[in-house]
């Protein structure tokens, strides 16, 4: 299985962003069948992610999200 390296110089670019923002996407919803995913399982997946983040950068990306999403 191919892994995500770290972020290489073109990618702290804004295309370079967008780009990795997508690819990082498309690597993890190749990993599940199309809708195989539970409410359980996306608890999981966000507890997992939220393991490895600080707890302000956390509470600011959260909001930030939810912010995002309140506005569409």
Sequence with gaps: MKKI???TNEE?????????KNNI?????S?????SLDDDDQ???LRWACLS???GN?????EK????RMNR
């Design 65 to 68: 999200i939810k912010w995002e």
């Design 43 to 45: 608890e999981t997946i």
């Design 58 to 62: 956390l509470i600011y990306l959260l």
């Design 25 to 29: 996407g498309k690597f993890l919803n």
């Design 5 to 7: 390296t770290e972020r």
């Design 12 to 20: 702290k670019s804004t295309l370079g962003r967008m780009c990795r």
């Design 31 to 35: 990993c599940f069948k199309e809708t």
């Design 53 to 55: 983040i600080s707890n």
